[in-house]
């Protein structure tokens, strides 16, 4: 084939498949096993990851985050803001206070 192929009907390979430059699909798609990207992935819209998520290096996050479950930090937190505690705070070992302090009741 040295042109185009327009089949109109369904179409099953068996085996690999190359796609050489661009693919476009006008459809819902349905990868039923492990999906490998060598590059960047761009997501135009909502994304739902209904597992566990890993990630290896480093993660940016552009926009506020919402944690609505435990949160378990094993080295360090930097906070460069502001912090607001709304409940209790437990410090499990000794607390530093480098500058002043103050106490405000009522």
Do not use: E, P, Q, W
């Amino acid at each position: 084939i040295s042109n185009h192929l327009t089949v109109l009907g369904d179409v099953s390979l068996n085996a690999n498949v190359d796609v050489s430059n661009h693919l476009t699909v006008l459809g819902d798609v349905s990868l039923n096993a492990n999906v490998d990207i060598s590059n960047h992935l761009t997501v135009l819209g909502d994304v739902s990851l209904n597992a566990n998520v890993d990630v290896s290096n480093h993660l940016t996050v552009l926009g506020d985050v919402s944690l609505n479950a435990n949160v378990d930090i094993s080295n360090y937190l930097t906070v460069l803001g502001d912090v607001s505690f709304n409940s209790n705070l437990n410090i499990g070992n000794d607390l530093i206070i480098k500058n002043s302090i103050k106490f405000v009741f009522g």
